[in-house]
Each structure stands twice: as structure tokens, then as C-alpha cells.
């Protein structure tokens, strides 16, 4: 067995691709990001500091520090920076909901806030920030919002976290790095 190289490190940050899960051992054989990883990061116990689904991907970070990692993720911790694409044009009606906040299968979904980043043809590109997560947070937000020229439901095409707290994401996809001292305080 390998040692952990990570000296004093207490965190990683991985840039998951999509289609991978975040699961040490996953029931259906599909890809988890411990592929990603150098073997130690499974041997070591290093745990995901909260998820992002199969279809998402982004910044995750890694931790043994389980008080480490409960402070990052609790309601009101770190916020979230997320890019996301929508399929459906998102007006300032829908911003104003969506941090207002809906109800989904007996739950509040809200974002701490929402602007938007662009866009092409029928699609909105936005930028979402949450401060807290539940399970498909963002996906179902904007799926429980009907695009007010089809009366479709809004539908999240693409979302990647770009940021927790003051750290950006820098890595490129599939590829990971340890934190430093100064990341650390990055995410008060």
C-alpha cells in the first residue's frame, strides 16, 4: 500500500466529469470518481465533501475531516457557485422565484441568488449560488419553473460547480490537486 503523499493537507479539490458517481462502490458497476484518484485517496478514507449527481460535474472536494467536512456543507456554510445551462428562456420573473423559492415534492427549493450569463437561441446560460444543497437541488428548481412562451418546464441541460465559497475551481476535468494553507481560508 501506498502512503498518502498529502503531508499536511486536509483537502483535495477533483474537477468531476460527467458520468462518473459519488460513491466509493456503486450497485450498478457504473464509473465512480475513485477511478479518477490515486489508490491511496480510496485507502486513505478520503471522503466527498457532499455530492454532485452522475449528470453533473464540476468542483468536488475531498476530505478525512469529517468536522471539516460537515462545516462546509451545512445550511448557510460555504456557498455554492454553479455555471448552468437551461434549456427555455429564463426571465426576471423565474429569477425572482426561484429565490423566492418553490415547492417540490414537499420541499422549498430556493437559490441564495440567480443571475443570468447568457444565452443562445432557446437556452439561458445562468449563474446560481446556493447556500444550501438537497438532493437535485438545482435540476429540480428550475424543472418546478414553466417557460412562459411553451409552457414547458424549464430543463437543466448542464451544471457544473465552479466555486465553494472564495475557491474556484482550476483543474481540468478529471484531473485533481491538494488544497493549500490559502485555499483553506478561502472557504469561510
Same mark, same amino acid.
Request: charged fraction near 30%.
Given at each position: 500500500?501506498?502512503?498518502?503523499?498529502? !503531508?499536511?493537507?486536509?483537502?483535495?479539490?477533483? =474537477?468531476?466529469?460527467? /458520468?462518473? %458517481?459519488?460513491?466509493?462502490?456503486?450497485?450498478?458497476?457504473?464509473?465512480?470518481?475513485?477511478?479518477?484518484?490515486?489508490?491511496?485517496?480510496?485507502?486513505?478514507?478520503? @471522503?466527498? %465533501?457532499?455530492?454532485? *449527481?452522475?449528470?453533473?460535474?464540476? +468542483?468536488?472536494?475531498?476530505? &478525512?475531516?469529517?468536522?471539516?467536512?460537515?462545516? $462546509?456543507?451545512?445550511?448557510?456554510?460555504?456557498? @455554492?457557485?454553479?455555471?448552468?445551462?437551461?434549456?427555455?428562456?429564463?426571465?426576471?420573473?423565474? $429569477?425572482?422565484?426561484? %429565490?423566492? /423559492?418553490?415547492? =417540490?415534492? /414537499?420541499?422549498?427549493? @430556493?437559490?441564495?441568488?440567480?443571475? $443570468?450569463?447568457? /444565452?443562445? !437561441?432557446?437556452?439561458?446560460? +445562468?449563474?446560481?449560488?446556493?447556500?444550501? !444543497?438537497? =438532493?437535485?437541488?438545482?435540476?429540480?428548481?428550475?424543472?418546478?419553473? @414553466? *417557460?412562459?412562451?411553451?409552457?414547458?418546464?424549464?430543463?437543466? #441541460?448542464? #451544471? &457544473?460547480?465552479?466555486? $465553494? !465559497?472564495?475557491?474556484? +475551481? *482550476? %483543474?481540468?476535468?478529471?484531473?485533481?490537486?491538494?488544497?493549500?494553507?490559502?485555499?483553506?481560508?478561502?472557504?469561510?
Amino acid at each position: 500500500m501506498n502512503p498518502s503523499p498529502a !503531508g499536511n493537507a486536509k483537502l483535495f479539490m477533483l =474537477n468531476k466529469p460527467k /458520468g462518473y %458517481v459519488v460513491t466509493r462502490s456503486d450497485e450498478k458497476d457504473r464509473k465512480t470518481v475513485y477511478a479518477l484518484l490515486p489508490e491511496w485517496a480510496y485507502q486513505d478514507n478520503w @471522503k466527498p %465533501v457532499g455530492r454532485l *449527481d452522475l449528470d453533473s460535474k464540476g +468542483l468536488l472536494l475531498f476530505t &478525512k475531516n469529517d468536522k471539516l467536512a460537515d462545516s $462546509i456543507m451545512k445550511p448557510g456554510g460555504c456557498r @455554492k457557485t454553479y455555471e448552468v445551462w437551461v434549456r427555455g428562456l429564463v426571465t426576471p420573473a423565474h $429569477i425572482k422565484q426561484a %429565490v423566492k /423559492g418553490v415547492e =417540490n415534492s /414537499g420541499e422549498v427549493l @430556493k437559490a441564495f441568488s440567480v443571475s $443570468i450569463a447568457g /444565452g443562445a !437561441g432557446h437556452k439561458t446560460k +445562468l449563474e446560481v449560488v446556493l447556500d444550501e !444543497g438537497k =438532493n437535485r437541488h438545482i435540476r429540480r428548481l428550475f424543472g418546478s419553473l @414553466k *417557460d412562459a412562451k411553451f409552457g414547458t418546464a424549464l430543463k437543466v #441541460l448542464e #451544471l &457544473k460547480r465552479i466555486r $465553494i !465559497g472564495g475557491l474556484n +475551481l *482550476d %483543474v481540468e476535468s478529471g484531473k485533481w490537486r491538494f488544497l493549500t494553507q490559502d485555499d483553506e481560508l478561502l472557504l469561510v
